[in-house]
């Protein structure tokens, strides 16, 4: 099983500024990196996939880049809907697709 | 628009059986085209693919819950059921289905999901 490893647990971001976010995947995955977006008492919302494409309607705010095993999702500018849990995901080991335990993007 | 919908008791006894359906509108299992999944999240923590199904195709399970998971399907009604035996406390959590991977396309990932709902095991 492929384990995906997310850093850190927790951002404290103030508005307007850029949050950067890891994932790590403990074998290549190459681009089959997903990146989901949850609220509280929501079902995660799919933002990003093969690690650097932008899911329909996902604001340009929002970038994904890397491969092989070191993947980042970066938030160029915070908004307050923003301020959310992030999930990454590998989909390389079909079909068992694991997930990372998660980010917390905090108000600073 | 796709939409899924979980729905099912929110209480299951220990060692009994959890059942739930996720009832699809906006496309149709039956059309054998994308694989359906259930994912699911104990409190405060992070997600875990239970399995996915593509009807007339296979069906997939985490090979942690393979011996006691059963993922069928209604084609009558358009729903995704899911069963779990000999629940434990472990089991725990917010289930939820999504539209999985379309038919040999690699585009594994997970899109849209159902807002879920929470099945709590009692001792």
């Known amino acids: 099983e492929i384990v995906m490893t997310q850093s850190p647990a927790t951002l404290s971001v103030s508005p307007g500024e850029r949050a950067t976010l890891s994932c790590r995947a403990s074998?290549?995955?190459?681009?089959?990196l997903a990146w989901y977006q949850q609220k509280p008492g929501q079902a995660p919302r799919l933002l990003i996939y093969g690690a650097s494409t932008r899911a329909t309607g996902i604001p340009a705010r929002f970038s994904g880049s890397g491969s092989g095993t070191d993947f980042t999702l970066t938030i160029s500018s915070l908004q307050s809907e923003d301020f959310a849990v992030y999930f990454c995901q590998q989909y390389s080991d079909w079909p068992l697709g694991t997930f990372g335990l998660g980010t917390k993007v905090e108000i600073k | 628009q796709l939409q899924l919908q979980e729905s099912g008791p929110g209480l299951v006894k220990a060692s009994e059986t959890l059942s739930l359906i996720c009832t699809v509108s906006g496309d149709f299992i039956s059309a054998g085209t994308y694989y359906w999944a259930w994912i699911r999240q104990p409190p405060g923590k992070g997600l875990e693919w239970i399995g996915s199904?593509?009807?007339?195709?296979?069906?997939f399970y985490n090979p942690s819950l393979r011996s006691r998971v059963t993922i069928s399907v209604d084609l009558s009604r358009n729903h995704l059921s899911l069963q779990l035996t000999s629940v434990t406390d472990m089991d725990t959590a917010v289930y939820y289905c999504?539209?999985?991977?379309?038919?040999?396309?690699?585009?594994?990932?997970?899109?849209?999901w159902g807002q879920g709902t929470l099945v709590t095991v009692s001792s």
């Open positions: 199904m593509c009807h007339g195709v296979a069906t």
């Open positions: 074998q290549s995955v190459s681009s089959k």
């Open positions: 999504a539209r999985h991977s379309r038919l040999n396309s690699g585009n594994n990932w997970f899109d849209p």
